[in-house]
Each structure stands twice: as C-alpha cells, then as structure tokens.
Nanobody, 126 residues
Framework: QVQLVESGGGLVQAGGSLRPSCAVSGRTLSTNTMAWFRQAPGKEREFVAAIWWSAGTTYYADSVKGRFTISRDTAKNTMYLQMNSLKPEDTAVYYC???????????????????WGQGTQVTVSS
C-alpha cells in the first residue's frame, strides 16, 4: 500500500521557519505530481505548492510565493516544504498529496490527488 507520512510541523512565532517533510513508501515515483495543501479552521482546503517529481518543476500559491520553497529528495522518496517568514495566517494543518501524473494547469485541484498524508499541524503565533 501507498503511505505518505508527514512530520516537521510545530509551533513557531511570526517570522520564524519550519520545514515539514513527507516520506512516500509503497510506490516508486516517476511521472508524478506531489503537492502541499493546507486547511485552517473554518476554511476550505487550499493549494500551497506542487512539484513534478522527476523534473523538479514547481508551482506556488500567490500567498506563499517568495516565502515557501517546495523540494524533493528522489533518493529518499521524500518531499519538503521550507517555510520562511511565517505569518499567523499560515496557521493550518498541512497535508502532502500524491497524484499519478504531471499537471500543468490543474495541480491546485485536490481531486487530482489520489493519496494523502495524515496532516501536520503548523501554528504561528503573533
């Protein structure tokens, strides 16, 4: 079975940094898209960032562009989200997700991802 295991969330004050990771097991990754989504209390799940596994092409939501960096270590089947200059509005549960294909224009749609991690809590205090 495919498993996505997240870690690295936590509590940080505004302006700080966190680097959650997402380890994938049970599947060899190639022409996949992987992504980070987040969901704050009372809000819809929203797209944060995506990466084409093999090529490393990245996409970002406007709200995090310039502050967050998505990356992956292909040898470890692990994806990362470097989050800098964190703001209280970044507080949410962060989920990693795996899609079977590359997506050039629909990577932001949760329905295109068929496997999800359990989520990791990120809390940014003011």
């Amino acid at each position: 079975q495919v498993q996505l295991v997240e870690s690295g969330g936590g509590l940080v004050q505004a302006g700080g940094s966190l680097r959650p990771s997402c380890a994938v097991s049970g599947r060899t990754l190639s022409t996949n898209t992987m992504a980070w989504f987040r969901q704050a209390p009372g809000k819809e799940r929203e797209f944060v960032a995506a990466i084409w596994w093999s090529a490393g092409t990245t996409y970002y939501a406007d709200s995090v562009k310039g502050r967050f960096t998505i990356s992956r270590d292909t040898a470890k089947n692990t994806m990362y989200l470097q989050m800098n200059s964190l703001k209280p509005e970044d507080t949410a549960v962060y989920y990693c997700a795996l899609a079977p294909y590359y997506y050039s224009s629909s990577f932001y749609r949760p329905g295109n991802y068929d496997h999800w991690g359990q989520g990791t809590q990120v809390t940014v205090s003011s």
